[in-house]
């Protein structure tokens, strides 16, 4: 098994900045895809952004040009650097990672999730 562990976030005023960084508990497992999803209260959690090793991110029409995220494989960590916060980028983030295997449906690990709060 392995623990995925989210710290960075808080309290911040509209147009702050925030980085939230997520590191698995072993690194001997190799994640294909490390990524963020986000749960405001009274919806559905949304996939905020992804990087698949050796691609390209991806991010959400919602945050692409203020949220930037970045992996390093060698460490199993991945983060999430906010800027331009906005009042409804508001949630709990949660990390995840993709376990790579070579057959079958692959494992998918969470993050306890790490609480933002955007607000003047």
């Known amino acids: 098994q392995v623990q995925l562990v989210e710290s960075g976030g808080g309290l911040v005023q509209p147009g702050g900045s925030l980085r939230l960084s997520c590191a698995a508990s072993?690194?001997?497992?190799?994640?294909?895809?490390m990524g963020w999803s986000r749960q405001a209260p009274g919806k559905q959690r949304e996939l905020v952004a992804a990087?698949?090793?050796?691609?390209?991110?991806e991010y959400a029409d919602s945050v692409s040009g203020r949220f930037t995220i970045s992996r390093d494989s060698a460490e199993n960590t991945v983060f999430l650097q906010m800027n331009s916060l906005k009042p409804e980028d508001t949630a709990v983030y949660y990390c995840?990672?993709?376990?790579?295997?070579?057959?079958?449906?692959?494992?998918?690990?969470w993050g306890q999730g790490t609480q933002v709060t955007v607000s003047s």
């Open positions: 995840n990672a993709v376990l790579a295997v070579a057959f079958g449906p692959a494992p998918v690990y």
């Open positions: 990087v698949p090793s050796g691609s390209r991110a």
């Open positions: 072993r690194r001997s497992f190799s994640f294909s895809t």
